[in-house]
Nanobody, 114 residues
Framework: QVQLVESGGGLVQAGGSLRLSCAAS????????MSWYRQAPGKQRELVAL???????NYADSVKGRFTISRDNAKNTVYLQMNSLKPEDTAVYSC????????WGQGTQVIVSS
């Protein structure tokens, strides 16, 4: 059974930083994509960033230049470094792992105050 566990969320002031982590366990194939999604109250879930096992990276336009996604393949862990946070970044952030099937973590709350 594949499991994803996120950590690192919390409450920060605008302009601050947080680093989210997502550790995957179970039967992980070498070829996969790990990504971060977020969902704000009253909004649909949206893709924030993704990174493939081959190193291909994509970001949402709203976070380019502020967020950085990275991964440690040996540890099956993906990170999201979030800098210059804005109140609009407030959301539940969830980790997704895609191989033959798709797996989701339970999410971690990020709140950015004005």
């Amino acid at each position: 059974q594949v499991q994803l566990v996120e950590s690192g969320g919390g409450l920060v002031q605008a302009g601050g930083s947080l680093r989210l982590s997502c550790a995957a366990s179970g039967s992980i194939f070498g070829s996969n994509t790990m990504s971060w999604y977020r969902q704000a109250p009253g909004k649909q879930r949206e893709l924030v960033a993704l990174i493939t096992s081959g190193g291909i990276i994509n970001y949402a336009d709203s976070v380019k230049g502020r967020f950085t996604i990275s991964r440690d393949n040996a540890k099956n862990t993906v990170y999201l470094q979030m800098n210059s946070l804005k109140p609009e970044d407030t959301a539940v952030y969830s980790c997704r792992l895609t191989m033959r099937y798709t797996y989701w973590g339970q999410g971690t709350q990020v709140i950015v105050s004005s």
